[in-house]
C-alpha cells in the first residue's frame, strides 16, 4: 500500500464517521474500565440497539482515556454541530438515560442540525437540552469541558487519545494518522528527519532529558549491518501512567513515532518492551501491529518504498530497573534485566551488540506531531530548554486526578490548583511529588516553578516519566520517604554495592529515625549515606534511589527532627 | 541457516500436557532462540500460574540455555511465582496514589482477616493475597484486584467483605461437593 | 598509539585499552574487587572509580577505554572518601572474621579495608545471606561472606563454560546460586575450582585447607601440573610439608588463574598409603635367591579379576642394591643368551625430559637396541 | 600443536575433531570457550555428543570411524565453491593437482551416505572452516578471511588409519591457507604431561633424540659420538604392541616399563596378559602397585612427578621446569637416579667399561645439558632461559626465543606436500554377532588408568564407578535401565559395568572409558590392525555386544 491508498482509505472512514448524526464515545481505559466502563459501554451498546433507529442516528465509540479519571467511567456525546458533552461517573442506569435522552432527536436538536447559526464552537446551552425535557437527573453528571482541568490543557501526544477507537487503524488514518510516515519517507532524508527532531528540541520523556534527536543522530551514523529500536514501555513509577495510556489509547501513534525513528536512523527491526502488567497495552499494541503489517506500514518495503521495518512486542515480567535502557537491553535478551556500565552507550553497542536507539513511549508519540506540524511550531511551546509539552498523570490527595497534558513551563501552581482543582475540603497541600521514586518533592513555596528538565533537577527532583503525586497534610513526610526507599530497596537489581546495601541502610537508618531512636547525628549520617549511594551507583535507579529522602530531608527536616530523640541534655536545661 | 542439532528425544514433554504443546508451538514460533527466554517464562506463567522446577528444566533444555540461568532470570522478575497461587486472588496496588490513599490499611485489614501476609496462600489453598507495584489506575486509587476484576476507590471494610464472600462461597460449594 | 597521563605519568597505549588495563600495565594501583583481567567487565563494585579532567563525577576505570590526551587521576581526597564509604557499606553486609578466617592475609575485602583504615562499618550491620553449604568435597561455599562480585559466576560461564551458577533474586537478597539452590552434584559443575580461586573473599574455599593454617604461614611453591599435556602452571601451598591447597599461577603461563578439576584437587594421590615405599622382588624370585623360606606361585587369576589384590601377598620388599643387582644381572643374561632385541624398555609419558632421555640412552647404548616405546599412542 | 594454547581465544572459528576437549584438556577447553565468547563459531566432528557441542554451531554427528569421509567431502566442497587459498597453495605447497583429482569422489552426499552427517552440516562445516567465519563481533586479525585452527586428539590418530587421518587434516589446512599464522594450524592435543617431551627426547622406536632417524647413519655416528660408544642399533625397534606380540613367539624376553601401565592401557588385556607372565624379566617403575606391577618379577619405587625436578614439554611444544614440591616417599627414587644406578650395574655386570661417572649426573639439570647438546630442537636451552614460562621448540641456539607458531612463511620441509589419501574403513565392523560399535576414552575426573585419580578423595568422591554409556535404543534392545549391570563382550573378551542411558551416544555406539580397572575398556579393544606407519591400535573402534545378566 502506499501514501494515496493511505489517503483514500482515511477519507473513506471520515466519510463514514461524518454519516453520523450522534456519536457517543465511552472511555474504555484501564481507568475507567476499573470504574464500571465495560458495564457502561456494553449498556450503551444495548440501548442503541433496543432504540430501532436508524443507523445513521448514532454510533458508539469505545475509545481511550479522556483524561479525567477520578470520574470515570466518562461518555462524551457529541452532536453535529454542537459542543460535546461529557457526562462523567456514568453507571449502566446514566448510561441508559444518555441514549434516551439523546436518541431519537428531540425536535429542537433537529431544528439545531439545519440552524447555520449555530456551529461547532457555540458552547453548548444545557438549557437547551432541559428545553428538550431531558431529566434534571442527568445534569448532575455533566462536566463543563471549559473547566480549567480542560482549559489548561494543550495536546499534542493525546491529541487522539479519546477521540478515536484505538482498536482500529483507519480511524487513526482519519485523524491524519501516518501522514507524518508518508511525508518522511517520501520527502526527507534520513539526515533530515534527525535534524528536524533535533531543531524541534525535542527531549527524552523517560527522565533523563537527552535531546531525541542527538540519540538518533549518534544512531544514524553508526555503521552496522543492523540496528535496532526500542520503544521503552516499561513505565515502572509508582504513579504514573502517561505511557500505558497512550499505547493503549493510541497505539498507531506509538508505532508512527518508532517507524520514523527507524527510518531516520536505519534500524531495520524493533521491540516494544512493555510492562506485563499492562495487558490491555500489550493487546492493543499487538493488534496495531497486525494492522499495520496488513497495510504494509510494517513489514517489507514500509508503503510501498525501499524502506523495511518490522517490530516485535517484547513482554516484561516485572522489574523496575528495566527502564533503565542497558537493563532492558538485557532483559529483551532474555537475561536477567541488570544495567551494566556505560559507555559504550546502546547508540554504539546496544541490543545484541548493535546500535540501538531507545526512547519512551511518549517521546516516540511526539514525533507524528513535530513532523506534521513542524520543528518551530513545537519549539514554540514550552521553555527555553525544555519544549514541547509533558503528560502527568495527576494523583494523589487533589479534587481532579487523572492524566493531563500541559506545555512545559507551566506552574505547578497551576497543575494543582487549576487543573487539579485544589486539594479537597478540610485538607492542606503539603507537597507535589514528582518523577517517582526517582524524583524528590516540591513544598508550597516552590509551587511557582515553571516546570521544564532544569528546574526541577535545581528543585533537588526529576521530571521523570510523569508521575504527579499530591500530598496533604496528612501524610508524614519521613514516612513518605521511607515507602519509596521500600520500593528501591526492593527494585534494586543487587549489582552495585551503593544500591544493593546502600538503600537498605537508608531505610534502616530512616527506621531508626521513624522509631524515635535516632539523635541529631544520625540526621547528617542520613545525608551523607544518600550522597554516597547517589555518586557512586552504577545506574540511573540507585543514582536517584535517595531523592525523595534528600528531597524531604531538604524541605521538610522540621518534620525529622520532630522524631529525633530528645538529648538528655536537652531535658536537664528544661 | 546452521542449526545445532537437536536431541532425538528433547522435543516433547513426556507427560503430553496440552499446555507444553503450547510452549513449544511458542518456541517454535520465536525459533528456539535464546533470546526468547523471557517471552517463554512470561507464557510458561500465565499457562501454569506458575513456574514448577519440571517447567524451567523443559524450558532450558528445549531452549539450549543454561538451567542456572533459567533459574536466575526467573527469579530475577516479581511476575514470575514458583509456587501456584491461590484459587481466588486479591492483588493490592501499592502505588504512589494508592499508597497515599490508604492502601497500607487494605493490606492489613485483609491480612487479619484471613491471617495471611502479602505474597501467602491460606493453608487451604482458596485465597492468595499479592502486592503489585501501580497498576496504573492511579485517578481511581486505592486499586484492588479481585479475581481479575479491577475496582477502584476501595476502602478496607470493602474489600474484606468482598473477598470474604466470594471465598465464603467455594468453601460452601466445597463442603457441598463432599 | 593514544597518550594519555595517569597520577602525572604519561603513557601511551593501544586504542581499546581501558584505563584499569593502562594503570595495571604500569605498576599504578587501583582498587577493585570484581575486575578480573581475564573476566568480562561488571562494573559492580564501585572501588576502582577514577577522576578523569574535565568530567563532573569519578568514573569506573574498569569499563572506560583511554581516549587520546585523558588525564586521570587514581588518588584524590574525594576518591578516597568515596571509596572509604564504599568499603564500609561493604562491612555493613559482610561479618569480620578476620581473625579466625583463613582467607585473611589474601582477602581483597580485608586489605582495601585495612588500607582506607575500617576495623568495622559505621551502619547497621545487616547480612543479607546465611546460607553455608558444604555438598562436596572440593570447596565449601559460605554466603555470609559473599561480596557478590560475580567473578565466579563469569568464570563458570566465560572460562569453564560449566554454567553451573548464577545470581538469583534481587537486590539485597540476591545470591549466588544453582539451579534451585541444589547441591554442586546437581548442577553442571565440573569442580574445576575457577570460581575458588577468583572469589576475593572466604565465600569460596577449598575443603582441603580447613583448619590447616593461615595464609602467611604458608610456603609456595609452583611446578607443572603432571596431569594432561596442556602444562599448566600450579602453586601449591603447604604448611609443615603438607599440602593444604592448589592454585592457578597467572603470571607466566599457560593457563593464568585456572585449572581443572585434576589438577587443582587431584594431589593427594601422592600421600596414599598404597604408595610403593621400597622395591619389591615377587615371591617366587624371592625364594629362588633365599630371601622367604616360602615358596610361592604367581597366581593364575588375573589382577584384574581380582577386587583390590594387595601388592604384600605376591612380593617382598627389599632394599634397593638387592633388587637392582637382580634386575641387572637377569637382564645381562637375557643380553647375552638372546641379544639386545630380546630386551624391550617402555619409557613414560609422566616423567621428565631428563628421565626418558636417560631410559633411551640406557636401552640404546646400554643394552644396544631401539625397542624403547612409550604410550604416546595409547 | 603447530600454534600456541593462547591463540585459541583468538581465532575465528575452531574446528575441533576426535577430541574430547573439556574432558581430556579442560584447560585447552577453557580458550575454546573464551573464543565461543567472543563470538567463534565453534565445529565438532565427533561420533559422542561431547560437552563442548554445549557452545558449538556445528556438530557433525558421525557414525564412528566415517570421519574420513567426511574431511574429504569438506575439502570436496571447499575446492568446488572455490574457497580454497589458491595463492597460498600456488606459493607453498606441491602435489595439489593429484590430490585435487582424487577427492573428486569424495562428495558431500557420499560422505552423508556413509556417516550419517547431513550434506547441509558437512557443507556449512567446510564454509565457515574455509573461511574463517564468525558468529559475532570482530575479528581480531586484519585478514582477508579469518582464522580457522584444528584441534584434534586420539579419537583421529588411534585408528587403522590414523596416519592417513592425521595427514587429511593437514591437507585440509594447507588447502585454506590455514597454517603458519596466528591462530590456525593442526594442533594435536597429547594427552599426558609429557607425552611430547618422551617422543622429543628420542623414547620411540624410530628416532633419537630431537627426532633424528635411527636408520639415517650420519645421525647415528654423531650421536655414537656424542654418548661416546662405539656403535648404536641402526634398524627400527618394536613398538609396544608389537612387542607384546614378540613375546608371544619367544623373541622378546625383558620388559622393563617406567611409570606405564600396559595391563590397563594396551588393547586386549587378555593378549597383554598373556603375554606379561611369559616373560623372563618383567621390571616394574612405578609410584603405585599398578596392575602391570603385580605380573612384575621386581617393582621399583619411584617418585611422582610431585616429588622430582626436571623438565616436561607440553603439547604446544612449550619445555618448562618442574619443582619438587612433596619430600620423596619411603624409599622412593627419582626415575633417573633408578635408571643411573640400573645402567651402573648392568655395565659392571657385562663387564663394560666406561668413564667414570658415565651414567652418574649429580642433578636433572646436569641430564638436561647433556640431553640438549645432543637434540638440536633443544638445542638453545638451558635451566636458566627455562624459567618463567620456558621455551618452545624449535629452539636451537642460545639466541634464539622459541617457535610458537610452526611453518611460519616455510615449511619444515620447504614445499607442504598434498599426500592423497584414499578412505578406509575401520578394521573391525560390526555384524550380528557384536552388533554395536565401541568407542573409548576418557572422563573429566579421572586420568589415564586411573591410579593416581583413584586413589584422590575428591575425584574418587565424583566419580566412583565406571559406567557405559549407552543410547536409550540400544538399552532397550537387552532391557537394560540406567544403572542396570551389564556384560560388554567383544571378539576378545568381556567385562561387567553399569549402564548409563545417555544421549550423549547415538543409537548404535557405546562408548566406556579406560580408566576402571573393574571393568577395563581394553579387554575388549583390538589389537590386530595398526596403522601401517604410526603403529597405534585402534582403540576408537571395535564391535562389541551388550548382555543383561538378569536376562
Known amino acids: 500500500m502506499d501514501s494515496t491508498h493511505l489517503e483514500a482509505l482515511a477519507q473513506e472512514e471520515r466519510d463514514r464517521q461524518g454519516k453520523y448524526k450522534r456519536r457517543i464515545f465511552c472511555c474504555t481505559s484501564t481507568a475507567c474500565l476499573s470504574a464500571g466502563a465495560a458495564i457502561t459501554h456494553n449498556t450503551l451498546d444495548q440501548a442503541l440497539a433496543q432504540c430501532q433507529c436508524d443507523e445513521e442516528e448514532a454510533e458508539i465509540v469505545p475509545t481511550g482515556c479522556m483524561g479525567l479519571c477520578s470520574q470515570g467511567p466518562l461518555v462524551r456525546v457529541e452532536i453535529q454541530n454542537h459542543a460535546p458533552l461529557l457526562y462523567g461517573n456514568v453507571s449502566a442506569d446514566v448510561a441508559q438515560q444518555i441514549v434516551t435522552e439523546h436518541i431519537p432527536l428531540s425536535a429542537n436538536e433537529e431544528d439545531a442540525l439545519d440552524d447555520d447559526s449555530i456551529d461547532a464552537t457555540t458552547p453548548h446551552d444545557f438549557m437547551h437540552l432541559r428545553a428538550s425535557g431531558a431529566k434534571k437527573s442527568l445534569e448532575r453528571f455533566i462536566i463543563p469541558l471549559d473547566s480549567p482541568f480542560f482549559a489548561k490543557q494543550v495536546r499534542v501526544v493525546l491529541t487522539e487519545t479519546g477521540q478515536i477507537n484505538p482498536e482500529k487503524l483507519d480511524d487513526y488514518l482519519a485523524h491524519d494518522g501516518y501522514q507524518a510516515l508518508a511525508h518522511v519517507l517520501a520527502e526527507m532524508s534520513p539526515e533530515d528527519v534527525c535534524e528536524e527532531i533535533l531543531n524541534s528540541g525535542l527531549r527524552g520523556r523517560g527522565g533523563a532529558g537527552f535531546p531525541t534527536g542527538l540519540k538518533w543522530k549518534l544512531a544514524n551514523q553508526e555503521l552496522a549491518s543492523e540496528k535496532y529500536v526500542i520503544v521503552n514501555g516499561d513505565e515502572g513509577d509508582p504513579g504514573a501512567y502517561m505511557d500505558r495510556t497512550v499505547m493503549e489509547d493510541d497505539p498507531h501513534r506509538v508505532l508512527e513515532g518508532m517507524i520514523i525513528c527507524a527510518y531516520a536512523t536505519g534500524a531495520t527491526s524493533g521491540y516494544l518492551y512493555i510492562r506485563g502488567e499492562y495487558p490491555i497495552a500489550i493487546r492493543r499494541i499487538r493488534r496495531a501491529i497486525q494492522a499495520a503489517r496488513r497495510r504494509g506500514i510494517l513489514g517489507k518495503s514500509v508503503l510501498g518504498t525501499e524502506f523495511s521495518f518490522d517490530a516485535e512486542i517484547r513482554i516484561g515480567a516485572g522489574a523496575f530497573v528495566c527502564g533503565e535502557e542497558t537493563a532492558l537491553i538485557h532483559s529483551i535478551e532474555g537475561q536477567r534485566g541488570i544495567p551494566r556500565i556505560r559507555p559504550p552507550y546502546p547508540t554504539a553497542a546496544g541490543l545484541r551488540d548493535r546500535p540501538t536507539v531507545i526512547n519512551n513511549v511518549e517521546t516516540m508519540a511526539n514525533v507524528p506531531s513535530i513532523i506534521n506540524k513542524g520543528a518551530a511550531w513545537f519549539a514554540s511551546i514550552g521553555t527555553d530548554k525544555s519544549k514541547g509539552t509533558k503528560v502527568f498523570a495527576l494523583a494523589g490527595q487533589l479534587r481532579n486526578t487523572g492524566l493531563i497534558e500541559v506545555p512545559m513551563g507551566i506552574t505547578l501552581q497551576e497543575i494543582v490548583y487549576e487543573i487539579g482543582g485544589g486539594v479537597p475540603e478540610g485538607r492542606e497541600f503539603k507537597a507535589a511529588q514528582t518523577g517517582g521514586p526517582s524524583g524528590g518533592c516540591i513544598p508550597k513555596a516552590h509551587l511557582d516553578t515553571p516546570i521544564d528538565y532544569e528546574s526541577l533537577r535545581q528543585l533537588g527532583s526529576i521530571m521523570g516519566s510523569g508521575g504527579l503525586v499530591i500530598i496533604d497534610d496528612s501524610t508524614l513526610m519521613p514516612d513518605f520517604a521511607r515507602f519509596f526507599i521500600d520500593f528501591c530497596v526492593d527494585e534494586s537489581c543487587g549489582k552495585c554495592v551503593p544500591c544493593r546495601v546502600g538503600t537498605v541502610q537508608i531505610r534502616e537508618q530512616l527506621d531508626k529515625i521513624i522509631g524515635g531512636n535516632a539523635g541529631p547525628e544520625d540526621l547528617d549520617r542520613l545525608e551523607n549515606l544518600c550522597n554516597v549511594v547517589k555518586k557512586t551507583s552504577l545506574c540511573g535507579l540507585g543514582q536517584s534511589a535517595p531523592n525523595p529522602v534528600l528531597s524531604t530531608l531538604k524541605y521538610f527536616r522540621d518534620e525529622y527532627e520532630a522524631l529525633l530523640k530528645v538529648k538528655t541534655a536537652d531535658v536537664t536545661n528544661n | ?178 | 598509539m593514544l597518550n594519555i597521563v595517569i597520577d602525572g605519568q604519561p603513557i601511551e597505549v593501544q586504542p581499546g585499552t581501558t584505563i584499569m588495563e593502562a594503570s595495571r600495565a604500569n605498576g599504578i594501583d587501583i582498587p577493585y574487587l570484581c575486575y578480573h583481567p581475564d573476566l568480562s567487565i561488571s562494573g559492580g563494585c564501585r572501588l576502582c572509580m577514577v577522576e578523569i579532567e574535565g568530567r563532573a563525577d569519578p568514573v569506573p576505570s574498569c569499563g572506560q577505554a583511554c581516549q587520546d590526551k585523558m588525564v586521570i587521576h587514581t588518588q584524590s581526597k574525594q576518591l578516597s572518601q568515596l571509596r572509604r564509604e564504599i568499603i564500609d557499606l561493604f562491612l555493613a553486609d559482610h561479618p569480620l572474621d578476620c581473625v579466625i578466617c583463613e582467607k585473611a592475609g589474601s582477602c581483597l575485602l580485608q586489605k582495601y579495608a585495612y588500607e582506607y583504615g575500617l576495623t568495622k562499618t559505621s551502619h547497621k550491620f545487616n547480612v543479607s545471606r546465611s546460607l553455608y553449604q558444604d555438598d562436596n568435597p572440593f570447596f565449601v561455599r559460605d554466603h555470609k561472606y559473599c561480596i557478590l562480585c560475580s567473578r565466579c559466576v563469569r568464570a563458570c560461564s566465560e572460562i569453564v563454560g560449566a554454567d553451573a551458577i548464577e545470581i538469583v533474586g534481587r537486590g539485597f537478597e540476591s545470591h549466588v546460586a544453582t539451579p534451585f539452590d541444589g547441591p554442586m552434584i546437581d548442577s553442571t559443575c565440573v569442580f574445576c575450582g575457577s570460581c575458588v580461586q577468583v572469589c576475593p573473599t572466604a565465600a569460596l574455599m577449598p575443603v582441603s585447607r580447613a583448619g590447616k593454617g593461615r595464609e602467611w604461614e604458608m610456603e609456595r611453591i609452583e611446578t607443572i601440573c603432571g596431569y594432561c599435556g596442556v602444562g599448566c602452571k600450579i602453586e601449591y601451598a603447604l604448611k609443615d610439608g603438607e599440602i593444604c591447597y592448589a592454585q592457578g599461577v597467572s603470571e607466566q603461563s599457560v593457563n593464568g588463574d585456572f585449572l581443572c578439576t585434576k589438577g587443582r584437587y587431584g594431589w593427594d594421590f601422592a600421600t596414599n598409603p598404597d604408595r610403593l615405599a621400597n622395591p619389591m622382588i615377587r615371591r617366587d624370585i624371592a625364594y629362588q635367591l633365599g630371601l622367604t623360606d616360602e615358596p610361592w606361585e604367581l597366581p593364575e587369576i588375573s589382577p584384574l579379576k581380582v577386587r583390590q589384590p594387595k601388592i604384600g601377598d605376591s612380593f617382598i620388599e627389599t632394599d634397593w642394591d638387592t633388587a637392582l643387582n637382580l634386575v641387572a644381572e637377569r637382564m645381562k643374561d637375557i643380553v647375552q643368551t638372546h641379544g639386545p632385541n630380546a630386551v624391550m624398555g617402555l619409557a613414560s609419558a609422566r616423567c621428565t625430559n631428563e628421565e626418558n632421555y636417560l631410559f633411551q640412552k640406557f636401552i640404546r647404548a646400554g643394552i644396544g637396541t631401539n625397542n624403547v616405546d612409550h604410550c604416546a599412542r595409547l | 600443536m603447530t600454534n600456541s594454547i593462547h591463540e585459541i581465544r583468538d581465532a575465528d572459528c575452531i574446528f575441533i575433531t576426535g577430541s574430547n576437549t573439556a574432558e581430556s584438556h579442560p584447560v585447552i577447553s577453557y580458550e575454546v570457550i573464551r573464543a565461543v565468547r567472543r563470538g567463534a563459531h565453534v565445529i565438532i566432528i565427533d561420533p559422542r555428543r561431547i560437552p563442548l557441542v554445549e557452545h558449538a554451531t556445528l556438530f557433525l554427528q558421525i557414525k564412528p570411524g566415517t570421519d574420513i569421509y567426511v574431511f574429504l567431502a569438506i575439502m570436496h566442497t571447499i575446492i568446488r565453491e572455490g574457497w580454497a587459498d589458491e595463492a597460498f597453495i600456488v606459493e607453498r605447497t606441491e602435489g595439489y593437482a593429484d590430490f585435487k583429482v582424487d577427492l573428486e569422489r569424495y562428495t558431500p552426499e557420499y560422505a552423508s551416505l556413509v556417516s550419517g552427517v547431513p550434506v547441509e552440516q558437512i557443507e556449512a562445516a567446510a564454509r565457515i572452516y574455509a573461511l574463517g567465519g564468525r558468529k559475532s563481533g570482530q575479528s581480531c586479525y586484519d585478514d582477508s578471511h579469518g582464522h580457522s585452527m584444528i584441534l584434534y586428539a586420539m579419537g583421529i590418530t588411534q585408528r587403522s588409519n590414523g596416519t592417513d587421518m592425521v595427514m587429511t587434516l593437514a591437507n585440509l589446512a594447507m588447502l585454506c591457507g590455514q597454517i603458519g599464522k596466528p591462530s590456525t594450524g593442526v594442533n594435536p592435543l597429547r594427552g599426558q604431561s609429557n607425552v611430547q617431551g618422551a617422543c622429543d627426547v628420542g623414547c620411540l622406536v624410530d628416532v633419537f633424540p630431537g627426532y633424528q632417524r635411527v636408520t639415517n647413519a650420519t645421525s647415528r655416528n654423531a650421536l655414537a659420538q656424542a654418548w661416546g660408544v662405539e656403535t648404536l642399533p641402526g634398524e627400527v625397534g618394536l613398538t609396544i604392541v608389537e612387542a607384546m606380540r614378540a613375546v608371544s613367539d619367544g623373541s622378546v624376553r625383558a620388559v622393563y616399563v617406567m611409570g606405564e601401565n600396559p595391563m590397563m592401557s594396551d588393547p586386549n588385556t587378555n593378549h597383554v596378559e598373556q603375554a606379561l607372565r611369559g616373560l623372563d624379566l618383567l621390571i616394574v617403575q612405578d609410584i603405585f602397585p599398578s596392575e602391570t606391577a603385580h605380573l612384575a618379577h621386581v617393582i621399583l619405587p619411584a617418585v611422582s612427578s610431585l616429588e622430582k625436578d626436571g623438565t616436561i614439554t607440553n603439547t604446544e611444544r612449550r619445555v618448562q621446569v618442574i619443582q619438587p614440591v612433596l619430600p620423596a616417599q619411603g624409599n622412593a627414587w627419582t626415575d633417573w637416579q633408578i635408571i643411573s644406578e640400573l645402567a651402573i650395574r648392568f655395565d659392571k655386570q657385562t663387564g663394560r667399561e666406561r668413564n667414570q661417572g658415565y651414567w652418574q649426573y649429580n642433578s636433572a639439570k646436569a641430564i638436561f645439558e647433556e640431553l640438549s647438546g645432543v637434540t638440536p630442537i633443544y638445542g638453545g636451552m638451558n635451566y636458566s632461559r627455562l624459567s618463567g614460562e620456558g621455551l618452545q621448540w624449535p629452539c636451537p641456539d642460545a639466541e634464539h626465543p622459541g617457535t610458537p607458531i610452526l611453518h611460519v612463511g616455510k615449511f619444515s620441509r620447504g614445499l607442504g606436500k598434498f599426500n592423497p589419501v584414499v578412505a578406509h574403513d575401520p578394521a573391525e565392523q560390526p555384524d550380528e554377532e557384536y552388533p554395536l560399535i565401541l568407542t573409548t576414552g576418557r572422563v573429566l575426573y579421572h586420568y589415564h588408568t586411573g591410579t593416581m585419580t583413584r586413589r584422590s578423595e575428591p575425584l574418587a568422591w565424583r566419580e566412583p564407578r565406571g559406567y557405559i554409556e549407552i543410547n536409550a535404543e540400544d538399552a532397550a534392545h537387552v532391557n537394560l535401565k540406567d544403572g542396570h549391570a551389564v556384560v560388554v563382550t567383544s571378539r576378545r573378551g568381556s567385562i561387567r559395568t553399569r549402564a548409563k542411558i545417555s544421549e550423549n551416544v547415538p543409537a548404535g555406539t557405546v562408548f566406556l572409558a579406560f580408566h576402571w580397572r573393574e571393568a577395563p575398556a581394553n579387554m575388549l579393544t583390538q589389537d590386530f590392525a595398526l596403522d601401517p606407519i604410526a603403529k597405534i591400535p585402534e582403540y576408537k573402534v571395535c564391535a562389541v555386544r551388550l548382555d543383561n545378566p538378569r536376562a
Open chain 2, 1 to 178: 541457516m546452521i542449526v545445532p542439532n537437536k536431541t532425538a528425544t528433547g522435543n516433547q514433554h513426556p507427560s503430553g500436557d496440552e499446555r507444553f504443546k503450547k510452549i513449544d508451538n511458542q518456541l517454535r514460533r520465536l525459533k528456539y532462540e535464546k533470546d526468547a527466554l523471557l517471552e517463554i517464562l512470561n507464557s510458561a506463567q500465565e499457562l501454569f500460574g506458575y513456574l514448577s522446577e519440571d517447567l524451567l528444566i523443559y524450558i532450558a533444555k528445549q531452549l539450549h540455555v543454561p538451567l542456572s540461568r533459567v533459574y536466575g532470570v526467573a527469579t530475577f522478575y516479581h511476575m514470575f511465582t514458583f509456587e501456584p497461587l491461590g484459587e481466588h486472588t486479591c492483588i493490592i496496588c501499592t502505588g504512589t496514589a494508592c499508597h497515599v490513599k490508604g492502601a497500607n490499611r487494605i493490606i492489613e485489614a485483609i491480612s487479619d482477616k484471613f491471617s495471611i501476609s502479602a505474597g501467602e496462600t491460606t493453608p487451604d489453598g482458596l485465597f492468595s493475597l499479592t502486592i503489585a507495584r501501580c497498576l496504573g489506575s492511579c485517578g481511581l486509587a486505592p486499586v484492588v484486584v479481585l479475581d481479575g476484576q479491577v475496582r477502584g476507590k476501595e476502602t478496607p471494610e470493602t474489600v474484606t467483605r468482598r473477598a470474604w464472600e466470594i471465598v465464603a462461597f467455594s468453601k460452601d460449594k466445597q463442603a457441598e461437593g463432599s
